[in-house]
């Protein structure tokens, strides 16, 4: 947690580094602590504490940048690190892109607290987060003569950071979270090990879902039993809403300002342009109040928006820093998203595969790449063959293929099954025509 004399401390700094040559300056403490209890078949396997703190500091000298960073935060070795690294930087390139934000675009405070931190946080016992862990797995154990291992994990932690730049922003976030997860190997027909996993996140320790979470790991793994490759040919694509984050992955890092200036993005220069179907809407919510990935400002300081990204297909933003605006001659944004809404439709996962004829439902992507300046894109799947609105034989070892446009262009149906607990709230979603290869 970071204090009054942590705060103190960093504007210490700030106003050494500008006595010392700086012309401006950006700092950002932060203070991280994490723990995890792991169970291998019920019984204790690992357990893992973590705690880490220190300062990051953005030095502009002589129209010069450098960016350091370290964990001892006496104030004495602060004042070697801070001379050490104005040096350092004087002997860089110019590069007049690096500056700070217009302090117009700063965040100013005076909006209601998101709610991202649960202050029972330091008050939770050991022994109830390893019974969750340790629940989880009875759920599993002994249901099944095919199972092989049963893994079960409790997590939690709390982030905090406080950031101050010398034209005058100043801005602190906390917040915390809590996992449960459950994995489940089977032993298969001949050498298939079959396996899945479930598992639940949470900002808040009550809110977090403690039961039925190996029941489900267990139900998805047996699924798997049988899983065979179906003919090659075109399909309906469905992806359920664990895995529809992943589809979406490319488009938004298509859209960064640092792959946009180097020309490295399949998206450069369609602002404005119609790059899917007309069901692509999605809009970035930064001010949900206790939602994961809720922020008033980013990593620059500046004031976070909602924004649409993509309405009715039509592309409407990309994320911009200063850097990047400046080197590129265009308006900044914000520089990156926070909380992702896709507008979901009014069919869960079964009434979305109950729609489709013949098609695979996808439930995990298992390697392959997108080609960041082309879009083109080949992944491993797994998942169930749809016959007749229901999904009938398991199926494993085939790739999709195609390339990113054209595939959210047949875009046909969106679900209304987000994880609310994600900042990536996607649906499970439909498309048309998806070239698949297995036999």
């Known amino acids: 947690m970071i204090t009054d004399n942590n705060k103190k401390l960093v504007q210490w700094a700030m106003d050494y580094a500008l006595k010392n040559g700086c012309r401006?300056?950006?700092?950002?403490?932060?203070?991280?602590s994490n723990a995890s209890f792991e169970l291998r078949d019920g019984k204790m396997d690992r357990l893992q504490q973590a705690s880490e703190s220190?300062?990051?500091?953005?030095?502009?000298?002589?129209?010069?940048?450098?960016?350091?960073?370290?964990?001892?935060?006496?104030?004495?070795?602060l004042e070697s690190f801070i001379k050490n690294g104005i040096d350092s930087t004087r002997y860089l390139a110019v590069d007049e892109a690096r500056?700070?934000?217009?302090?117009?675009?700063y965040y100013k405070g005076g909006k209601p607290d998101l709610q991202l931190f649960d202050e029972r946080f330091e008050t939770i016992n050991p022994d109830d987060k390893v019974a969750v862990a340790r629940a989880a797995a009875e759920e599993v154990l002994g249901k099944d003569n095919r199972i092989i291992s049963v893994s079960t994990s409790y997590g939690d932690g709390e982030n905090s950071s406080y950031r101050l730049?010398?034209?005058?922003?100043?801005?602190?976030?906390k917040?915390?979270?809590?996992?449960v997860s459950a994995d489940v190997a089977l032993r298969g027909e001949g050498e298939a090990r079959p396996s899945s996993y479930w598992y639940d996140s949470a900002l808040f320790y009550d809110k977090l879902v403690k039961s039925g979470i190996g029941a489900t790991a267990l139900e998805r793994?047996?699924?798997?039993l049988g899983q065979k490759k179906v003919a090659s040919g075109k399909y309906t694509m469905v992806v359920d809403s664990v895995n529809s984050s992943s589809l979406l992955?490319?488009?938004?890092?298509?859209?960064?300002?640092?792959?946009?200036?180097?020309?490295?993005?399949?998206?450069?220069?369609?602002?404005?342009?119609k790059v899917g179907g007309g069901l692509l809407n999605l809009m970035d919510e930064p001010h949900i109040i206790g939602a994961r990935g809720a922020r008033y400002f980013d990593s620059e300081g500046v004031a976070t928006e909602p924004r649409p990204i993509f309405e009715s297909g039509v592309l409407k933003t990309y994320f911009i820093d200063t850097y990047n605006s400046r080197k590129m001659g265009v308006e900044p944004t914000v520089g990156s998203p926070s909380l992702l809404v896709l507008k979901p439709g009014n069919k869960d996962l079964n009434g979305l595969v109950a729609d489709v004829r013949k098609g695979i439902l996808v439930t995990g992507f298992n390697g392959g790449n997108c080609n960041s300046s082309?879009?083109?894109?080949?992944y491993g799947i797994e998942g169930f063959l749809i016959e007749n609105g229901k999904p009938t034989r398991p199926i494993s070892e085939m790739n999709v293929t195609g390339n990113m446009i054209t595939l959210w262009a047949s875009l046909s149906a969106v679900g209304n099954d987000p994880r609310l607990s994600s900042s990536w709230r996607i649906p499970s979603l439909v498309f048309e025509d998806v070239d698949f290869s297995g036999l």
């Open 221 to 224: 793994a047996l699924r798997k």
């Open 249 to 273: 992955r490319p488009m938004l890092s298509a859209l960064y300002g640092s792959a946009l200036q180097q020309k490295n993005s399949f998206l450069l220069d369609k602002l404005n342009a």
């Open 54 to 77: 220190g300062l990051s500091i953005s030095l502009y000298v002589d129209g010069k940048y450098g960016s350091y960073s370290t964990n001892r935060l006496d104030k004495k070795e």
């Open 175 to 179: 917040s915390t979270w809590f996992s």
């Open 374 to 378: 082309s879009g083109d894109f080949s």
């Open 24 to 32: 401006a300056v950006k700092l950002a403490l932060y203070s991280n």
């Open 99 to 105: 500056v700070l934000p217009d302090t117009s675009r």
């Open 165 to 173: 730049t010398s034209n005058g922003f100043e801005g602190e976030s």
